[in-house]
């Protein structure tokens, strides 16, 4: 059985196997594998003048870009794990994150303001000339995104392994050495770097969009024949939106694999999506970046268990009630998981503490049930429930409803202070044009029970999600209370 490998040698491994064949591209230019080794060699030694050393954590805060992908090759072989953050981070959220991460540079453009050392990947190219290979090294640590949770406090999720690559092993996300793999998500986010890396470490071609644009993804799947892509729910939706005769002027018949993750998809968006590609190109995966635990569902499974996040196939889920017990099937609790047993700890935090039970199990804060067979069906996150007049309301499914209305862009939902119900559940919605609040209201009349519909909307003009489809519901709550 072939042994584990560090990620620089699978790199130089792949140059060898196919040297001229393209690895990486985005909007300003393609590498091929042997450009990627000798570039990332090169990187290494410029990370190592500035004062990187083995097991350091470097954080890069690079907009999406090949310039991403050789940042951290170039950390990998030097035995330094990449720590990713986004290239518009606020500066006092940046020095926080970095602070955590003790980080001896930052590896970004002027976008981010740092009193550290900064260096884009010109610059560290300029401070070696010498691309030749390295000594074999291993980082401790494969990889330390950061998660602001519903706190917004910033913590890092350390992964529990190191920096390898094992040839025995399938790509986890469908991928293979023959597949070009479309990435319009932010690659900071644990989904799209976990996915992009574990699909170039096969040998994949990778194609980065700078920022996701619907029209701009259907357009990188034809001209590239994408095989694969990585998608959030918001994603799913522009594209959707699009008018038809935009999404047929595209070819995407080459796409085998799409994966869907980091929000809840609402029901007719991934019925319409089955109905256009086909139900097993549609994936769906359920999982924490600290990867405790994973539920995988294809198309085909989802139409007979609709609404589900698909079966554990790695480690343990139970629903629990208050007092930690198991619930039965079709009851609602607190989700908690469990590594595989045997398995050693698959992340850890820094700058926070897990929600744990006795016996290794650990909550990421999700509410939901299982159906008799074990299929997972999510409600929310615990701390996002709105209590209005003693019955548990869940903000997801107000806004899955609301998207449902082809005139409403995002939104997201939130329980304000009330005297006579607790909380009144009040709604931010993106509109386009033409969107109208008693329109609105009727829609909702028509999908929800009276106690779950919105008593208050608000209408924004920016975009309530971020480009991961993630929404802080806590912070939104905050600033409407005058506490932001």
Same mark, same amino acid.
Do not use: C, M
């Given at each position: 059985m072939d042994e584990p490998i560090s990620i620089g040698a699978r790199? =130089?491994?792949?140059? @060898?196997?196919?040297p001229d064949r393209p690895a990486a591209t985005d909007h300003d230019r393609t590498v091929t594998w042997r450009e990627l080794d000798r570039r990332s060699n090169q990187i290494a030694r410029g990370l190592e003048a500035a004062g990187v050393k083995f097991g350091d954590l470097v954080t890069i805060g690079l907009a999406n870009s090949v310039d991403f992908i050789e940042a951290c090759y170039g950390a990998w072989k030097l035995g330094a794990t990449p720590q990713p953050i986004s290239h518009r981070l606020p500066a006092a959220e940046a020095d926080a994150v970095m602070d955590l991460a003790q980080t001896p540079i930052l590896i970004? *453009? &002027?976008?981010i303001p740092s009193d550290r050392p900064r260096y884009d990947v010109p610059a560290l190219l300029a401070l070696s000339g010498d691309d030749s290979p390295l000594e074999d090294r291993t980082a401790p640590i494969w990889k330390a995104p950061t998660s602001g949770g519903s706190t917004g406090r910033p913590k890092l999720i350390l992964s529990g392994g190191p920096g390898v690559f094992t040839p025995v092993l399938p790509g986890a996300y469908r991928t293979t050495g023959d597949d070009v793999m479309i990435m319009p998500g932010p690659l900071y986010h644990n989904g799209p770097f976990t996915s992009s890396f574990g699909g170039l470490n096969q040998g994949a071609h990778l194609v980065i969009l700078p &920022?996701?644009? @619907?029209?701009? /993804?259907?357009? @990188?799947?034809?001209? %590239?024949?994408? /095989? !694969?892509?990585?998608?959030v729910p918001t994603m799913m939706s522009r594209i959707w939106r699009l008018p038809p005769e935009v999404r047929a002027k595209y070819d995407v018949s080459t796409l085998k694999t #799409? !994966? %869907?993750l980091a929000a809840p998809c609402p029901p007719w968006l991934k019925e319409a999506w089955i109905d256009w590609l086909g139900p097993e190109v549609i994936m769906e995966l359920y999982a924490g970046t600290e @990867?405790?635990? #994973? /539920?995988?569902? /294809?198309?085909?499974? !989802?139409l007979e268990h609709r609404g589900s996040v698909g079966k554990v196939t790695v480690g343990e889920m139970r629903a629990v009630?208050?007092? *930690?017990? =198991?619930?039965?099937?079709?009851e609602i609790g607190e989700i908690f998981m469990r590594r595989p047993e045997g398995a050693p700890p698959s992340y850890s935090y820094r700058g926070a503490l897990p929600r744990t039970l006795p016996g290794g199990w650990e909550s990421l804060g999700d509410i939901g049930s299982f159906d008799a067979e074990g299929y997972l069906y999510l409600a929310d996150r615990r701390a996002d429930m709105i209590l209005v007049g003693g019955s548990n309301v869940y903000p997801a499914?107000?806004?899955a409803a609301l998207d449902e209305h082809p005139l409403v862009a995002s939104s997201a939902v939130i329980g304000l202070p009330d005297e006579d119900l607790g909380s009144r559940i009040h709604a931010i919605v993106q509109p386009r044009e033409g969107l109208s609040e008693a329109a609105l209201r009727e829609h909702i009349g028509g999908l929800l029970v009276t106690y779950k519909q919105p008593r208050t909307y608000e209408f924004v003009e920016g975009a309530i999600r971020d480009d991961a489809g993630k929404v802080r519901r806590t912070q939104l709550r905050d600033e409407r209370m005058g506490k932001g």
């Open positions: 790199l =130089t491994q792949l140059a @060898a196997q196919r970004a *453009g &002027r976008s &920022r996701f644009d @619907a029209e701009e /993804t259907l357009k @990188a799947i034809d001209r %590239h024949g994408g /095989t !694969w892509i990585y998608l #799409v !994966w %869907h @990867a405790q635990a #994973v /539920t995988i569902i /294809t198309g085909t499974e !989802w009630d208050e007092a *930690g017990n =198991t619930l039965p099937p079709g499914e107000i806004e």
